[in-house]
Each structure stands twice: as structure tokens, then as C-alpha cells.
């Protein structure tokens, strides 16, 4: 009888541990996918930082919208920087790819970053969204 409760015991805590291991896998999966979602706008943000920077020294109104809208692109730009530097300081190669358990303080960190990557994910997307409409105005008004 202690022999089954000690197997059920054991079963039960290898049974917990494996869906803790499989929830940090899929979170990490999750927080590499939406990095990986936003990081090919990367060059499209450079190329609209260039078309901006030609036109704001435009002096109406218009020349302000070039410049606050590449400045935002700049700082999405920086912002996927740093937080992709802080996530690799934070986390080894093993962690990320291999799904390596994660200790209780990297969880946290791990909850913290999902946050982190899906506002970079909002900031990037909307830098853009914003940079376009701004040059789309440009376009509607020399046509």
C-alpha cells in the first residue's frame, strides 16, 4: 500500500513538473514567435526612415510630421535593440532554443519579457502604420 503511494506520489509530482517544463517551453515559443513576427519590419522601418529624413526639412507642418514620425520609427528601432540585448543577457542559448527549465526568478523574467515583446510588437507596428500615413498624406497632396 505505501509502495502505490509512494508510485502515485511520484507519478503525480513528475506529471506537475512536466507540465510547468512544457509551459515555460510554449511561453518562450511564444515571446521568440512575436520577436520573430516583428523583426523582418526591421528593414521596412529603415526604409521609411530614409524617405522621411528626405522630406523634413520641409518647414509646414508637414516637415514636423517627417520628423515626429522617424523619430518614432528610430525609437522602435532602439527599443527592438535593447530589448533583444536584455532577453540574450538574460536568458542562455539552452533557455531559449532548447527549452532548458527555467529557475523560479527567470520565470519572472520570462513574464516580464512576454509583456516587454508584445508592447515592442505594438510600438513597432504602429511606428510604421503612422510613418506610411504620414508619407500617404505627402502623396495625396503632390498628386
Not at 84 to 98: A, H, L, T, V
Not at 104 to 126: F, G, H, M, T, Y
Request: hydrophobic share 35%.
Amino acid at each position: 500500500m505505501k509502495k502505490h503511494i509512494l508510485l502515485l506520489t511520484l507519478a503525480f509530482a513528475a506529471i506537475v513538473t512536466s507540465c510547468k517544463e512544457e509551459k515555460e517551453a510554449t511561453q518562450m515559443k511564444e515571446v521568440i514567435a512575436v520577436h520573430d513576427e516583428v523583426m523582418p519590419k526591421m528593414g521596412q522601418l529603415g526604409q521609411l526612415v530614409g524617405k522621411l529624413k528626405e522630406r523634413e526639412n520641409d518647414s509646414t507642418d508637414l516637415g514636423k510630421e517627417y520628423r515626429e514620425a522617424r523619430i518614432d520609427l528610430q525609437e522602435a528601432n532602439q527599443a527592438m535593440m535593447d530589448w533583444m540585448q536584455n532577453f540574450g543577457d538574460r536568458f542562455s542559448p539552452d533557455e531559449i532554443m532548447k527549452g532548458k527549465e527555467l529557475s523560479p526568478e527567470k520565470q519572472e523574467w520570462l513574464d516580464e519579457e512576454e509583456e516587454k515583446v508584445k508592447a515592442l510588437r505594438e510600438q513597432i507596428n504602429s511606428s510604421i502604420e503612422n510613418a506610411q500615413e504620414v508619407l500617404a498624406v505627402d502623396n495625396d497632396t503632390t498628386s
